[in-house]
């Protein structure tokens, strides 16, 4: 076997267990699944078909239960995607500011991967709990429901608003780095296929110092 095919079977290796190893990212797995996706290269195309999981679920609901049915006199009911970060919080202070007491119901959800569902790693789900219980305390006399979703992000949580009768889903645009990139961006994925309505909430504008543009 020549150099020239040599190089082209690596190449083809790592591409193979790349494009897996991502595949399995967009599908809601940890994205360190690539690093061994490129070391076993087209043998884990089988490995992830296998493993990976096919609809979004509940991975913990902070003892609320599914949502109530809607009742006659019932304000919107919304979701609103939590996840500790700047941009949620911003999220939330919308909603907030928009609809507040209003509100039939207010979901706060945040999402987490299929695999920090494991039993043997249970950190994920534990800090996501605490930010929607976080959240729930700026909401008081609102009736909230506070989820852990395990799953791709966009479509969990469409999924979970479709499916629990709710009126509109409030995000904060995020990012601009390379896991945004590589794996695509909640709030597009929202615009483009939920059926809800869906209210994207921009960063805070930059401050800047004395003399900064």
């Known amino acids: ?24 990212a967009r599908r809601g797995h940890d994205w360190k699944w690539t690093f061994i996706a490129v070391v076993l290269g087209p043998l884990f ?14 991975a913990a609901s902070a003892g609320d239960g599914p949502p109530e049915p809607r009742g006659r006199m019932d304000g919107p009911r919304v979701l609103v995607g939590i996840d500790g970060s700047p941009d949620a919080e911003r999220a939330l202070d919308t909603a907030i500011d928009l609809m507040g007491p209003r509100c039939g119901l207010v979901v706060l959800a945040e999402v987490v991967t299929y695999d920090a569902t494991d039993i043997e790693s249970p950190d994920a789900v534990e800090a996501a709990t ?9 909401l008081p006399g609102v009736n909230v429901n506070r989820e ?13 608003a479709a499916d629990h009768d709710l009126d ?11 896991s945004e ?33």
Not at 3 to 14: D, H, P, R
Not at 168 to 178: A, E, N, Q
Request: charged residues 20%.
């Open 148 to 160: 852990v979703l395990a799953g791709p992000p966009g479509e969990s949580l469409r999924q979970y």
């Open 168 to 178: 509109v889903v409030v995000v904060g645009r995020r990012g601009r780095g390379l």
């Open 1 to 24: 076997m020549s150099g020239e095919q040599v190089a082209f079977v690596i190449v083809a290796w790592i591409a193979i267990g790349l494009a897996t190893g991502l595949w399995m």
């Open 45 to 58: 195309v089988p490995i992830a078909w296998e493993r990976v999981v096919r609809r979004p679920r509940v």
């Open 181 to 213: 990139r590589l794996l695509g961006s909640v709030s597009a994925d929202l615009l483009r296929h939920s059926d809800v309505s869906v209210l994207v909430v921009e960063p805070r504008p930059a401050q800047h110092g004395p003399g900064g543009r």
């Open 130 to 138: 605490r930010h929607v219980e976080r959240a729930a305390l700026r």
